[in-house]
């Protein structure tokens, strides 16, 4: 069964510091381009940041989170992370991890994990 | 950064009845539109690719069409679960990836 598995989120308080990461399976992880899509409360999707299956390749990010956090995989692991510094209140949501549809940079978001969830509040 | 505009944001309709979802593209984004449902407490699922393109499993009453800056999604005739929000997604113009803000789709 193809499933990613996110783990990470909690509280936080405003200018700190979380790591979030994702666990996939039932697929060739390293030939996908993999994705951050997160929600805030009662708000519509956005896109975070996207990394292409060779980390040498590319990396791109929402300019709302660009410098502040950064997308990282490991391929020996079958593992997507987000490290997220310095985070505000705005960065509240639940964040999924997703996987497109075909094993390139298609974009088509084909994969969700459940999401896990950041709240950032002091 | 290619804006995608749903509208309408809320429609009332009654199981059976046909549901007409638009998403308008600030510019061109050919075929490359996605369209994508969602329940409360649930992940996204991919409906629709390129357009007009049924993702695995979904029903044949979900149909997709339009290109360049106009799409549509259409549900034939609304089944129970149908009601949800409903998302579009371009990929023709990225970085960045957008989405539409939504329509939500509600039991009248």
């Known amino acids: 069964e193809v499933q990613l598995v996110e783990s990470g989120g909690g509280l936080v308080k405003p200018g700190g510091s979380l790591r979030l990461s994702c666990a996939a399976s039932?697929?060739?992880?390293?030939?996908?381009?993999m994705s951050w899509v997160r929600q805030a409360p009662g708000k519509g999707l956005e896109w975070v940041s996207s990394?292409?299956?060779?980390?040498?390749?590319?990396?791109y990010y929402a300019d709302s989170v660009k410098g502040r956090f950064t997308i990282s995989r490991d391929n020996a692991k079958n593992s997507l992370y987000l490290q997220m510094n310095s985070l505000s209140a705005e960065d509240t949501a639940v964040y999924y991890c997703?996987?497109?549809?075909?094993?390139?940079?298609?974009?088509?978001?084909?994969?969700w994990g459940q999401g896990t969830t950041v709240i950032v509040s002091s | 950064e290619t804006v995608l505009t749903q509208f309408p944001a809320t429609l009332s309709l009654s199981p059976g009845e046909r549901a007409t979802l638009s998403c308008r593209a600030s510019q061109s984004v050919d075929n490359y539109l996605a369209w994508y449902q969602q329940k409360p407490g649930q992940a996204p699922r991919l409906l629709i690719y390129?357009?007009?393109n049924r993702a695995t499993g979904i029903p044949a009453r979900f149909s997709g069409s339009g290109s360049g800056t106009d799409f549509t999604l259409t549900i034939s005739s609304l089944e129970p679960e149908d009601f949800a929000v409903y998302y579009c997604q371009q990929r023709k113009n990225w970085p960045p990836l957008t989405f539409g803000g939504g329509t939500r789709v509600e039991i009248k």
């Open positions: 990394i292409s299956r060779s980390t040498r390749t590319y990396v």
């Open positions: 997703v996987r497109p549809l075909w094993g390139n940079d298609d974009m088509i978001m084909d994969v």
């Open positions: 390129d357009a007009s």
């Open positions: 039932g697929f060739t992880f390293s030939i996908y381009t």
